[in-house]
């Protein structure tokens, strides 16, 4: 069975919302903490709902929102959301006033902190009745989303499919981050590593997975995941890549310790075949999302050679690895 | 292709292990017996069901050194014990991992919060890096030595059902041979001052299904089954003790927080495990309700049932009754109750229920009641309108 | 409009994120759930809060809720009765 991206919707720290027009970006983002260029969202959503909604439920709304239309769908079968961290500024605020000695706790920070909060939003919009799941597991959240996606289409569960990833970085995360980063460099630095360039990021990508294809789509051709496995599994997943007529993204952060295990695969492709999408987009549980909106942007021509140096790009093989254990290809090419 | 369960673990305010848990619901024995003044001195007097093993025991008795949320420490325990049970090595077979949690981490990250803005010792800012929903799953992984596949699900109330349907599906799809699935909550002051904002609260002990329900009791658990491939059965190497013969996920879609009146997304739910079973609903022996306890939330499952079942309503029963709303965790634990129903063929009871709701009329089993248990239907349903429904069968 | 009512309708629109809502625009007895202002379960439990918060009124049900958060006039009068 053949998976096609029919419609998707980027809200990260670039300005790649709205796709109408040529994009542009910025190639190399200034500072280490990169928040999303968010759009006019009293163009998309009811201001009703809009004054209750927090932002990552904006955003998550708006992004699934367009995904929707861009693909020309109003009937999907199934929503599927990954997140690592969830809503965090609800969490945050909620918590915060708890802890506070006036204990001025309200209902909507609660109902809004739960992670499957935006998935369910969506579903409310759209009076939707089908499957919909919110899974979790952290820098692995939307690899496991998509795997859950592919599933579906795989087995005619479902033709089309809502499928997405969205994290938000708060100041406060950003600063936890960072002190959680600098023990980890002293580890680093004992270790002979070079020290860490980390940007931290956030970001939502919502695509609608089809079996059939628009006259947009961009074919998702496969897509491996694997736990822990040993090198000889790793290296059958680049079998059916051919470099060629590819380019190869990669989901390095700049984290040495990180970074290291990209080395395997690095190996094999010469560097400028090769590209990293967390420049871009920073670094959060749910980047691989902006990695492959990028590269089905790039099989699509609509990414400018001053952000991405690659032109006529017919097929891109995303690899991310995740905390040394988890890691996932996704080979993207032409209908 | 049939997805087979082969092994069960459940922790609860009822105890360790499944024969405690067993030994209290047929003895009509209740876990809801702390207050939540011991989570939250603010918080006075809500009943809650607590496990009576602090983490320090915990971390012992799972044998881990190093401090944990208590999440995932409940989670080790539950699903080493399902692992165990099913005489299977997750290193063997093409090993999974599924589990659910809607609380991650939160306990230590409120108690480092907490630590933070009063005086007196400080907790150190490790403790919030397993703050993620997917630590806690992650560290159970390597704890039980899983080879192939693990992932998180979280949607609310409904997670852990969702992460066994998750895992037969995979299964089905010949990825993993072996999936230890279900999920685990602990009791946190987040989770308890966010229902009481809500005021979801009793603050007497839960009425399931009853006239004079007020609200939920909070509790704490985890529960996980083995889902063994139907290969892995034929060939000898595992004793099956049930069948998943269906599940089903939907969403009711009519409020952020509340059920619509007429339960259509749990009928939904149900209707589409019993279509994929191929079960009709006259077959259902018994449901183990979502049952909280909450006008709504019973009013409206009532309500779904009926039209589902029209005059042949099965024996029906909460659980929660015993282990209060354990969350997250409810699914998994519900599934293993609902797997101990069909092996000793026998009813479970709803506990403090004397007067039919208004709203539906719909009568849930009080007592215990021993007769052949063929279908059971476990219900879950979340914030968000997230309902699943797992069918679970016999072995014939 | 007395002082009393006005800020009591300037701390619904600041809670409930009215944008472009001003006091004035609020009748003082007309239905604030349903239709008229549009509110709904989870903003009255937002209001309960706010009770218990500025005026130190605890709401203890929902039900209890229903009858008193009918519109600004009846939540100014349980105010008035609860501070007597």
Known sequence: ???????????????????????????????????????????????????????????????????????????????????GFGCLEDTSSFLGKMIDASRAMNPTSFIQSTHNAIGSQIALHLRFNGYNNTIV?????????????????????????????????????????????????????????????????????????????????????????FYKPDQKTLESALKSFSQENGI???????????????????????????????????????????????????????????????????????????????????????? | MKVYVAGLGVVSGLGVGVKSNFDALISKNHGIRSLSNEIDPFLENFPIARLNLDDRALSKLVGVQTRMPRTALLSMLAASEALNNSGLSAQQYRSGFISATTVGGMDLTEQYFLSQHQGGKKLGIRNIRNHECGRATHLAAEYLKVNSYVSTINTACSSSANSIMLGARLIKDNRLDVVIAGGADALTAFTLNGFNTLLLLDNELNKPFDAQRKGLNLGEGSGYVVLVSERLVQSGQVKPIAVLSGYANTTDAYHQTALSPDGNGPYLSMSGALKVAQVNPNQVDYINLHGTA????????????????????????????????????????????????????????????????????????????????????????GFGGNCTSLLFSKIS | MDEFTLNLKRQIIARMNLQGVKPEDIVDDAPLFGDGLGLDSIDALEIIVLLQQEYGIKIASAEEGKTVLKSVKTIADFIKQKQA
């Open chain 1, 1 to 83: 069975m053949r998976i096609f991206i029919n419609g998707s919707a980027c809200i990260s720290p670039q300005p790649f919302f709205d796709c109408s027009k040529p994009l542009e970006g910025v190639s190399e983002c200034v500072g280490d903490k990169l928040n999303c260029v968010e759009p006019d969202y009293t163009q998309l959503l009811d201001p009703r709902m809009l004054r209750r909604m927090s932002r990552i439920i904006k955003i998550g709304m708006a992004s699934g929102l367009s995904a929707m239309s861009r693909a020309n769908t109003s009937e999907i079968d199934a929503i599927i959301t990954g997140t």
């Open chain 2, 294 to 381: 909450t006008p709504n939330n019973d009013a409206s499952e009532g309500a779904a049932i009926i039209r589902l079942f029209n005059e042949g309503i099965p024996s029906i029963s909460s659980t929660k009754s015993f282990t209060g709303h354990t969350l997250g965790a409810s699914g998994g634990i519900e599934a293993v109750y609902s797997i101990l129903a069909i092996n000793h063929g026998v009813i479970l009871p709803n506990l403090r229920y004397s007067t039919p709701m208004t709203e539906v009329a719909i009568t849930p089993n009080a007592e215990v009641e021993y007769k052949p248990v063929n279908h059971v239907l476990s219900n879950s349903f």
């Open chain 1, 137 to 225: 597991h952290s820098g692995f959240a939307f690899e496991s989303a998509l795997d859950d996606a592919l599933l579906l289409l795989k087995n005619g569960e479902a033709k089309n499919v809502l499928v997405g990833g969205i994290d938000e970085l708060t100041q406060d995360l950003y600063t936890l981050l960072k002190r959680i980063q600098d023990i980890k460099e002293r580890s680093n630095k004992i270790n002979g590593r070079q020290a860490s360039t980390i940007k931290y990021g956030e970001g939502c990508v919502y695509l609608v997975l089809s079996d059939t294809p628009n006259s947009d789509s961009v074919e998702i051709k496969e897509f491996n995941t």
């Open chain 1, 248 to 335: 190869v993204m990669f989901g390095k952060n700049g984290d040495s310790s990180n970074d290291e295990s990209y080395s395997w695969i690095e190996s094999k492709y010469s560097n400028r075949n090769t590209f990293s999408f967390k420049n871009l987009c920073g670094e959060y549980p749910t980047a691989p999302a902006f990695g492959l909106w990028l590269s089905a942007a790039l099989i699509k021509g609509i990414i400018p050679t001053s952000i991405i140096a690659a032109q006529n790009v017919n097929e891109v093989l995303i690899y991310n690895c995740f905390d040394n254990d988890y890691h996932s290809f996704i080979r993207l090419g032409k209908c």
